[in-house]
């Protein structure tokens, strides 16, 4: 029973639509010109929302995706001897080498760091 509950808690939404993740590869070709795109998923039944990516010619700096906070389910796990699950943006400190581009998403009461070296430009 708490095996069945876990792969399907109880603030689940209740549309399946809603609640399904996809994690997809895209390949772009090295001489792609820079600029925005738009990328949709089809499958048999449906037809997600456009989704817009840009393509750059800068090295990318990325982070994992942050997890929405879930106090009802975190609640429930410790209900059933389980710990918390961890979400949230945990804090994030780096140092970087510019020209780049960062890209990355902060959840309430995150924090990220970025340093890097600049000087003054001469006029």
């Known amino acids: 029973m708490r ?6 808690p109880p603030n ?6 809603m ?11 090295a001489d792609a010109e820079p600029g925005e795109r ?3 998923l089809v499958t048999p039944n449906a037809l997600s ?10 090295p990318e700096i990325s982070r994992a ?20 699950a961890l979400t949230g943006t945990p804090k994030h400190d780096a140092q970087i080498r ?11 009461g995150g924090v990220d760091r970025y340093h890097f070296s600049a000087t003054a ?3």
């Open 3 to 8: 095996v069945k509950i876990l792969r399907n």
């Open 12 to 17: 689940r939404t209740a549309n399946p639509a």
């Open 19 to 29: 609640i399904d993740t996809v994690t997809i590869k895209v390949s772009i070709a």
């Open 38 to 40: 738009e990328i949709r």
């Open 49 to 58: 929302n456009p989704m817009r990516f840009c393509v750059g010619t800068l």
């Open 65 to 84: 995706a942050a997890k929405p906070t879930n106090p009802d389910f975190d609640k429930f796990l410790e209900r059933l001897g389980g710990a918390p």
């Open 98 to 108: 510019l020209p780049a581009t960062v890209n990355g998403q902060i959840m309430p």
């Open 121 to 123: 430009a001469s006029t």
